[in-house]
């Protein structure tokens, strides 16, 4: 009995010793977790009751030159109810004129809203919705309703903000517009003007301290924030809203008409590099278009013929030839090291190095610079690198593409880098690189820098100016600068551009007509890109224009830059041209000028003046007649080609209002 006392008794000591170990290790535990790491469990469980939200910054809107809205931040309400939060007096004297308020609001019957308020009441829902997408007009109405004005910790009101982003002209521009996201793994990512000007536009977010009422659902826990968000900038763009319509719309006949796979038109005013339309179109698969890349800005291509102004200008100013010198284009083909260079169409001799560029002859350009620069064609190439096109332009926009220019002594250069280079290929430069090019022959000599943005502001303060910024103060004499104009009216007065011609409005430019993957031994990749570039009125330019399309169908054999993106290049110039306001007086008007021509004069004057009456256009070209009625605020619809030889309306009556006139052309 005793043995068997002393083993309970050992059992006991052992079950106390037990318990005392454990009794030490939960005060060591407790110790621990209140003084060694109780700052991080006091963290912890504040996080998971109480946190701190992030509310976005209102982003500053983006406006055009002419202050249309072309990007927004608009904030959007979510309205919950805490019913748990009211006193039971102040809950049953409000619910009545609240259902009242809520259903004058949202549309729903009063009776509907006070149910609806009393079963969560009932039920205790501390997170009932009364309305999503609300305007900040209505957040403002319901934020002052009975029992809501008492604020959230008395009347439970529970208001979750966001932003959203909205776009007033919808898809025109877009792309330069742009977008700023978050990509799926969590890196930012944009596009446009709103990415590159993100730091202007985007504003300090705030902070709000909201407590965790349910699983998923937080209230704030006061009105105020802990930290109020400061809006970002405005953005003022040099985008004409008027102009860009017009070049989108013009783009998107062309594609359409020619079935192409995309194409880009710019249109920059001359003296400042400001870009006043920008649109970039491809076709879908669905057959429609839309703004899937910037291609004047990220596409660096073969230019074909618009590089040979390179070559004219070159020449003139090292004085190794004149617009009067004469090159033998021996009926249209020419063979360097063997290899042969051709005109798009045979039969030239003997002619002028003007006329040659006039009418966009390959054998007479490459002989102006194969015969004065092959032994030394580093000195071709230097003027390339004044003129800045082996180099990006250095735009603000994300993703310009690199240009491509072979140099002697590195890889890729060839005995027939030189002569193919005189005619646009084997090297690769961006429509916007060409259009500065271009602008610096209108400019008088001086390039400046395409320019999308103007200032930012605040409210009615300017933060920033930006202006024009020069980037080649000369790119060549006067009287070089004074030829090439010339020369340069003349290929629309009289060569490859002849179709686009009206003395009405005069242009000056290039034709280009590019094969474009023409590399392809076995030719299937081979396509076409037509370009046009120029400026208007070629007298005294205020704007310059690049046109680019690509692969246009050539079922009909009709792919040249004058068909294909001369047109669009005309339509820019001529609505420009008759839909601004004229303050010129009307000059004296030659009476050898055709009876269409002169029709077209008086009726310009007169859609100046007095624009309710419907014209006779009958025996004017089909693009001139389009440019003078859609400026009277007329839709109109083509049948055929050439001129007007038929109108569904007559002349002399008033304009009605979506008035739509049908032509016939011949």
Not at 100 to 117: I, R
Not at 194 to 200: C, L
Request: contains cysteine; hydrophobic residues 35%; charged residues 25%.
């Amino acid at each position: 009995m005793a043995v068997e006392d002393k083993n309970i008794s050992y059992r006991i000591y052992l079950v106390a010793f037990a318990m005392f170990v454990m009794a030490c290790a939960i005060v060591i535990k407790l110790t621990n977790i209140q003084w060694v790491e109780g700052a991080h469990y006091r963290k912890l469980a504040k996080e998971r009751t109480v946190k701190n939200f992030k509310i976005e910054a209102n982003k500053g809107n983006i406006y055009s030159a002419d202050g249309s809205l072309l990007a927004t931040s608009i904030p959007n309400y979510e309205i919950r109810f805490d019913a748990v939060v009211p006193k039971t007096e102040l809950f049953q004297r409000s619910v009545d004129s609240l259902a009242d308020s809520l259903a004058y609001l949202l549309g729903k019957p009063s009776h509907f809203y006070e149910n609806e308020l009393r079963k969560a009441r009932a039920k205790k829902n501390r997170y009932f919705l009364i309305a999503r997408n609300l305007s900040y007009t209505d957040y403002v109405k319901i934020k002052g309703f009975p029992l809501f004005k008492a604020g959230a910790n008395k009347g439970g009101i529970i208001v979750a903000q966001k932003t959203v982003r909205e776009y007033p002209i919808g898809k025109i521009a877009e792309r330069t517009i742009g977008y700023e996201r978050v990509k799926p793994d969590g890196t930012p990512d944009g596009k446009g003007i709103e990415w590159a000007y993100r730091k202007y536009l985007n504003g300090k977010d705030g902070k709000i301290l909201k407590q965790k009422i349910a699983k998923g659902q937080w209230k704030p826990i006061r009105d105020l924030n802990e930290v109020d968000p400061i809006d970002g900038y405005d953005v003022i763009s040099t985008i004409d809203v008027f102009i860009q319509d017009i070049a989108h719309h013009a783009l998107l006949k062309q594609l359409e008409e020619y079935d192409a796979e995309h194409g880009c038109v710019v249109v920059m005013e001359t003296k400042t590099g400001r870009i006043k339309a920008i649109s970039n179109l491809g076709k879908a698969t669905d057959g429609s278009y839309y703004e899937t890349q910037n291609y004047a800005i990220t596409e660096a291509h073969d230019p074909g013929s618009t590089f040979k102004l390179v070559d004219l200008m070159a020449v003139l100013e090292d004085k190794v030839a004149d617009t009067s010198t004469v090159f033998d284009a021996n009926g249209g083909i020419i063979r360097i090291h063997g290899k042969p260079v051709e005109d798009s169409h045979h039969g030239l001799g003997k002619v002028s190095l003007a006329h040659g560029f006039e009418v966009s002859s390959n054998t007479i350009m490459v002989q102006s610079v194969y015969n004065n620069y092959k032994n030394n064609p580093s000195k071709f190439i230097k003027h390339i690198e004044d003129w800045g096109l082996d180099k990006k332009i250095g735009l603000e926009l994300k993703g310009e593409a690199t240009p491509k220019i072979p140099k002697p002594g590195e890889a890729g250069w060839s005995a027939l880098s030189l002569p193919w280079m005189a005619f646009g290929y084997g090297i690769n430069v961006t429509p916007m690189q060409t259009l500065t090019y271009y602008n610096s022959v209108a400019n008088n000599g001086v390039m400046v820098k395409p320019q999308l943005v103007s200032e930012i502001k605040k409210w009615n303060s300017t933060i920033k100016k930006i202006e024009p910024q020069v980037i080649n103060p000369k790119v060549c004499s006067p009287e070089t600068l004074k030829k090439i104009r010339v020369v340069l009216e003349n290929v629309v007065r009289r060569g490859t551009a002849k179709s686009l011609y009206t003395k009405e409005f005069p242009m000056a430019g290039k034709t280009g007509t590019a094969q474009m993957n023409y590399g392809n031994k076995s030719g299937s990749g081979m396509y076409y890109a037509s370009s046009f570039v120029g400026y208007f009125p070629a007298n005294k330019p205020q704007y310059t224009c690049i046109v680019v399309v690509h692969k246009p169908n050539t079922a009909h054999n009709n792919y040249y830059g004058a068909d294909v993106a001369g047109p669009v290049f005309k339509r820019i110039a001529q609505k420009i041209f008759t839909d601004a306001p004229s303050t010129n007086e009307i000059r004296k008007i030659d009476r050898k000028i055709p009876k269409q021509e002169l029709d077209y004069a008086a009726y310009y004057t007169q859609s100046q003046n007095k624009q309710n009456v419907i014209p006779d256009v009958k025996g004017m070209s089909g693009m001139d007649a389009i440019a003078l009625l859609e400026n009277l605020g007329i839709r109109v619809k083509i049948k055929g080609f050439g001129k007007v030889k038929k109108q569904s309306l007559q002349a002399g009556q008033n304009i009605a209002k979506n008035t739509t006139i049908v032509l016939e052309l011949s």
